[in-house]
């Protein structure tokens, strides 16, 4: 029964391993949905399955959809639940925004961010929450500057965006659609304010958009609003908290090694994207459709049929990624696919990776011995969220 047990951030479940040996990797598994869908685990099927436009987001958005358990609320509206010119066009619209020159200028304020985070963290230690200290601060912070959210707005934003990444089986999805409600809301009320006095952020440079005389609508600015929070906020957060969590109590010998030599993070962050599992499902948690009847894996897949792709499966694929099942910080050849591939490769890679990048060298530098200030097992973790999310990791340093 898909989704399977004994996934956490530490990899994705044993059952993939097996599904990967198998003469025909896509096979048909029930889900907790209630329907039969194909599941997608070899890294060059998954490839092909992201690129094939006929293995539709679209189709498989909206409330007469096929549900498989363990997926996200989303709207037609969302660029993430786009297909063909329609994800083309607002895709082209909001590209410029995402350049890696153009982000890559945000590094000095995401330093400064950082800084000041772990400026605090010294002076509350030895024994802080980094996830309320560092993991959600800093992306909430970078987020809430991107849109302009007033500063004493963040909090309540991280509550809506929270409710928002629940997952929409049971009653997550009355939670997933509140927090969407209300995260609606508050973005139609921002949108209006930069309308009338716009300022230097990434909402206001949205709202004056164009290409060839198109413009982004006002649907469409909500909705990349709140699509922007969940990707660029929610991940960023997790992925954070879950590999400082890996290295500093799984594999402590990596951490040592990048407390020693620095200069090897930008390397170790594509690792750490790689090897510790975001997702809860081992999925984006965005089942897809068959438009068509088509064949993938040696799967004959009809039209209507449910499409499900593991990307954490993918990425632990030893006839890509050689020790798969092992961290390695100095892993050269790494073509992850943590981000995606295809036309909903990930708008935000860039400032992903900065986040990450910045704030792994700050905590090397300045807490070299950083360790576990409660046993690994005993940590605390949001359940019904599409991503493994800890509640809190609790951590000290010194003597």
Partial sequence: MFPFEGSSYRGPAPRYEEL???????????????????LVTRYEDVREAFADPRISRAAACGPHAPRVGGSMHTTPEMIISMDGAEHARLRKLVAGSFTVRRVEQMRPRVQQIVDELLDEMAE???????????????????????????RQDLQ??????????????????????????????????????KRANPTEDMLSELISARDEGDRLSEQELVTFGFTLIGAGFDTTAN???????????????????????????????????????????????????????????????KAGDAVVIALASANRDGAVFPDPDRLDVTRAHNPHISFGHGIHYCLGKTLGRIEMQVALAGLVRRFPDLRLAAAAEDLPWHTGEINHTLTSLPVTWGA
Wanted: glycine share 8%.
């Fill in 156 to 193: 309540t934003f991280e509550r809506w965006a929270r409710a928002f990444a629940t997952v929409d089986d049971r009653a997550g999805g009355e939670a997933s659609l509140e927090g969407l409600a209300k995260l609606s809301e508050y973005i139609v009320g921002l949108i209006a304010e």
């Fill in 124 to 150: 509350k230690g030895p024994t802080v929450d980094l996830v309320q200290q560092l993991c959600l601060p800093l992306p909430l912070t970078v987020i809430g500057e991107l849109l302009g959210v007033p």
């Fill in 239 to 301: 992925q954070l908290g879950n590999s400082v969590l890996a290295l500093i109590s799984d594999h402590r010998d990596q951490w040592d090694l990048l407390v020693e030599q620095p200069d090897r993070i930008p390397v170790a962050v594509e690792e750490l994207l790689r090897h510790v599992n975001l997702f809860a499902t081992d999925t984006t948690g965005f089942p897809r459709l068959a438009t068509e009847d088509l064949e993938l894996g040696g799967a004959e897949i």
């Fill in 20 to 38: 990967r040996q198998c003469p025909q990797s896509v096979v048909k598994v029930p889900t907790a949905g209630g329907v039969d869908a194909w």
